[in-house]
């Protein structure tokens, strides 16, 4: 395998405990779930604000905070980029093209895509023009808080973005059993995982979440 070890994003933290093991664990990214009352992992925009604070606070490190956001009305956006708290923004919905360009405009954007539903690389190649990085996904954000979206098959659409110079982050169905072969095959720049590092919907497990990580650096230090 050629290139740079991949960054890794834990996605839909909770707890300060498991948030503080993220940044023990060396995660680059970490994601809160923000405002979207159908996720297990979801927390309010007053909490998103307390968690990062006390994370800021308490917890230095070389990570990014993520918010993920669902169709999030563009006040509450607009207001979550002027508090400062996100390093990240994360759309995950539906969101127009021309959101897109706004808030790309004013902070670092990841767009999610349905990788199921695209029917080939021109139906998102506009959007990726808009954003800092496209995140493939598995499944729909109703599919993914209900743990239904399965696992991440469109290989052909993740080689043909790579391909034409778009940053894009791999998602879906990822965990210890089958990151290996993720590494090995895509060779991706970003991977996220969210349940794959879960005892239950919405909890995650410290156990897991060092699973998931060394699976990953043996993978790296394997190929050195």
């Not at 023009?129 to 954000?141: P, Q, R, T």
């Not at 897991?208 to 050195?224: A, G, I, L, Q």
Request: glycine share 8%; hydrophobic share 40%; charged share 25%.
């Amino acid at each position: 395998m050629e290139g740079k070890k991949c960054k890794i994003k834990f996605c839909g933290m909770r707890d300060n405990p498991t948030v503080a093991y993220a940044v023990d664990l060396k995660v680059n990214y970490i994601g809160f779930v923000v405002d979207f009352s159908k996720s297990p992992r979801s927390v309010s925009i007053a909490e998103f604000h307390r968690k990062v604070k006390w994370l800021r606070s308490n917890h230095d490190g070389n990570y990014k905070v993520v918010a993920v956001t669902v169709d999030m009305p563009l006040d509450n956006l607009e207001f979550m980029i002027d508090t400062g708290m996100a390093d990240v923004i994360q759309l995950h919905g539906n969101e127009h093209i021309s959101v897109c360009r706004l808030v790309g405009q004013q902070i670092e954007t990841w767009k999610a895509v349905n990788a199921k539903d695209v029917k080939g690389f021109e139906e998102i190649s506009g959007m990726a023009e808009s954003v800092d990085k496209i995140l493939l996904e598995s499944g729909s954000a109703i599919e993914k808080a209900k743990n239904t979206s399965g696992a991440f098959t469109n290989e052909e659409l993740y080689h043909s973005l790579v391909k034409q110079g778009y940053d894009v982050v791999l998602s879906g169905g990822l965990d210890a059993g089958n990151i290996a072969h993720y590494l090995e095959t895509l060779n991706p720049r970003i991977i996220d995982v969210s349940r794959g590092i879960e005892s239950e919907p919405g909890v995650k497990s410290k156990q897991k979440m060092r699973e998931f990580m060394d699976v990953v650096n043996r993978f790296y230090s394997d190929e050195k």
